[in-house]
């Protein structure tokens, strides 16, 4: 796409939802970065079943640690991969009490060094718990980005590499939640909606769909 196109494709998004958010259910950075931690082959809407009653009886660093790691489980066990999810969710609520006074590190280094963190997740948490303009590049926005032609790329930091140089900075703190609604909705993986989408005319996906 032309920086020309690029500027009108998200001026449609933002003109159709001009304060997007994540689909994930939270209060604090805490709960969301638990929220996002589950969220790995899983639904946001599954989650949301597992962590809304789980929020209520636990919903910080100390208190999820306290449940230990069979507690947690309780919880999320409708949730793929839990038994997984549960030994790292348990072993980051300890070193967050431990290591940074039960609070979420606003910064990648950190983040990434919690067990069940890598890359897309603190990218997520470093744009949505703290405003700052990073791109969590999920399956969703893969696609997306090389279907369109918005931001081609052979794996996932390739095209959040792509992104980040191309979306002009005014979106970029709302671009990936533009973009991953897209994908989850209109540009999915299998018959794309292409006449239900409203950057129809910039995409340059040769093989729309009627």
């Not at 933002?14 to 994930?24: G, M, Y």
């Not at 009653?53 to 489980?73: H, Q, R, S, W, Y």
């Not at 405003?131 to 052979?154: E, Y």
Request: positive net charge.
């Amino acid at each position: 796409m032309t920086k020309e196109e690029i500027r009108t494709f998200f001026e449609i998004l933002r003109s159709d939802n001009p304060h997007p958010t994540t689909e994930l259910i939270y209060s604090t950075p805490f709960e969301l970065l638990v929220a996002v931690l589950l969220s790995a082959q899983a639904t946001d809407k599954g989650v949301n079943k597992a962590t809304v009653p789980m929020f209520k009886v636990a919903n910080t660093p100390e208190a999820l640690a306290d449940l230990g790691v069979e507690g947690i489980k309780s919880y999320i066990k409708t949730i793929g991969l839990f038994n997984t999810k549960a030994e790292n969710l348990y072993k980051t609520c300890v070193i967050l009490r431990d290591r940074f006074n039960s609070v979420v590190p606003d910064n990648r280094q950190d983040l990434e060094s919690l067990p069940g963190v890598g890359r897309k997740t603190a990218n997520v948490i470093l744009n949505t718990a703290f405003g700052q303009p990073t791109m969590a590049v999920d399956t969703h926005i893969f696609r997306v980005g090389n279907r369109t032609g918005l931001a081609p790329g052979k794996d996932v930091v390739e095209v959040e590499q792509e992104l980040l140089k191309k979306i002009p900075k005014e979106f970029m703190l709302d671009a990936h939640h533009w973009l991953i609604l897209l994908g989850r909705y209109v540009c999915v993986a299998r018959s794309p909606k292409c006449a239900a989408c409203l950057v129809y005319n910039q995409c340059q996906f040769k093989e729309k769909t009627a």
